[in-house]
């Protein structure tokens, strides 16, 4: 796949740093003591990444820890409320003192799929906390969390979105998920273009619809939604994929 580029703008080149091996990297997975970000979880340590569990409850995220463990993985529970300015600030001190570095943050934790709302007639309330975490959750971790990417040249920011953000997308339903997913959308490409040549790579990845909780009975494997972001997550420096919107591997429209 060629490297995703940004028409009109100038490239910014600089010398790569050697991409650490996978045993050196340190990934931290949002709201992943179950369904999505716990498959990611799973399938990064089995690339032998450390992977920081972040759970908003400490006993979940520990259980959920320990089973990967079990399985032969370096997985840590970490506590992570992405929507508390302090519980964010206070994990990338921690990760800072422990570790020094970060090189793959994945933005899963997500919630608020009002399906049988419409934007007519929706809760503003629900609107309001979706956003909250759904974009601005990701937002505030990715911002506590870049200076640690920074500070070695090397990164992978994965922002787990939906094909129902879409700026195409039809339908009338999950208005709060919508429009939070949508702005994350935004988002992602506009911090793309700000880190572009960096060597940190960020992209907005759809796993499509998930048989998980959230999502519902019906809907693919929990591994194969997993599987597109754990492979942004571990995309080489060359070529730079950069500032896509992902499903399966493949570039799909904003």
């Not at 990064?44 to 006993?59: F, H, I, K, M, Y």
Request: hydrophobic share 40%; glycine share 12%.
């Amino acid at each position: 796949m060629n490297a995703v580029a940004f028409p009109g703008r100038p490239s910014r080149r600089r010398t790569l740093v050697p991409e650490p091996e996978p045993s050196q990297r340190v990934a931290l997975v949002s709201g992943a003591n179950r369904g999505l970000g716990f498959e990611v979880s799973r399938q990064l340590a089995v690339a032998g990444v450390t992977v920081l569990l972040g759970a908003r409850r400490p006993l979940a995220g520990e259980k959920a820890a320990r089973q990967l463990r079990r399985e032969g993985g370096t997985v840590l529970s970490v506590p992570l409320d992405v929507t508390s300015s302090a519980s964010v600030r206070e994990l990338a001190a921690r990760i800072e003192g422990e570790y020094g570095r970060l090189d793959i943050l994945v933005n899963n934790a997500g919630a608020y799929f009002d399906a049988d709302n419409q934007a007519s007639s929706a809760n503003l309330d629900v609107v309001r906390q979706a956003l909250e975490t759904n974009l601005l959750g990701a937002w505030q971790l990715t911002e506590a969390m870049l200076p640690l990417m920074q500070r070695h040249g090397y990164g992978r920011i994965v922002n787990v979105s939906s094909g129902c953000g879409a700026n195409n997308s039809d339908g009338t339903s999950c208005p709060a998920y919508r429009v939070s997913k949508a702005a994350l959308n935004s988002h992602t490409r506009m911090l793309a273009q700000e880190l572009e040549g960096s060597g940190i790579l960020v992209n907005a990845v759809c796993p499509g619809w998930v048989a998980t909780d959230m999502g519902g009975h019906g809907g693919r494997p929990v591994a194969e939604g997993a599987a597109g972001i754990v492979w942004a997550a571990m995309l080489p420096s060359r070529p730079a994929i950069h500032g896509g919107f992902f499903r399966d591997r493949q570039r799909i429209d904003w």
